[in-house]
């Protein structure tokens, strides 16, 4: 069987799985008290996944996948272990199961969205993904209006290139995102005849 990239994350339970944005902003005084700030890079999600302790067969599967991604020259497909579903959905996944269209995007993170279920209903702070062309993005709802089977919904980071463009997919349900492996982030420290395997995953289209 051929393995295709970029690769999905292992089959194993996760009990740490922190996603946060790095959004590099440099401060330079100017004088007369005014402060300039500049974006010196371009916002990414990283991932610090910790697996529940492993017997052997199970920790030999996962160290196999991880070799298999070379360091980060091979990307992987990341889906939050258990941040699946907008908040309100948790018990009842099905509205937000339906992906919808991406009309538009004013304002640079404004996302104008058609065929959504017209009952999804998304709170602050649930997760939204775009694709596109074998691109992905995830962001955060930061504020949403709408009903029937439009939303306008303002997403942060703002999203760039393909995926901002008209006709793109808008998930609710599972969003992925392409990550890469961190160089020599990969740990197994054995307790007892288990392992306890971390790692970092770093956003890279």
């Known amino acids: 069987m051929v393995i295709v990239f970029p690769r999905e994350m292992p089959d194993v339970r996760f009990v740490t799985a922190d996603v946060i944005l790095a959004d590099p902003v440099k401060a330079s005084p100017s004088g ?13 999600w990283h991932a610090s996944m910790v697996t529940r302790p492993l017997f052997y067969s199970e920790y030999s599967a996962v160290e196999a996948w991880w070799l298999s991604l070379r360091e980060g020259l091979r990307a992987v497909l990341f889906r939050h272990p258990w941040d699946c579903y907008p908040r309100l959905h948790r018990g009842n996944p099905a509205p937000a199961d339906v992906a919808g269209v991406l009309v538009s995007v004013t304002s640079g993170n404004v996302v104008d969205v058609s065929g959504v279920d017209a009952a999804l209903a998304l709170s602050v702070g649930d997760r939204v993904g775009l694709e596109r062309l074998g691109r992905y993005y995830v962001g955060r709802v930061a504020d949403v209006s709408g009903a029937g089977t439009t939303r306008q919904i303002t997403i942060e980071p703002p999203p760039q290139g393909i995926v901002t463009q008209a006709g793109a997919v808008v998930r609710f349900a599972r969003p992925a995102l392409i990550m890469r492996p961190v160089p020599g982030s990969f740990q197994a420290p054995k307790a007892g005849i288990r392992y306890n395997v971390s790692f970092q995953l770093r956003e890279s289209q």
Request: cysteine-free.
């Open 32 to 44: 007369a008290r005014l402060i300039n700030y500049t974006q010196v890079e371009d916002p990414a």
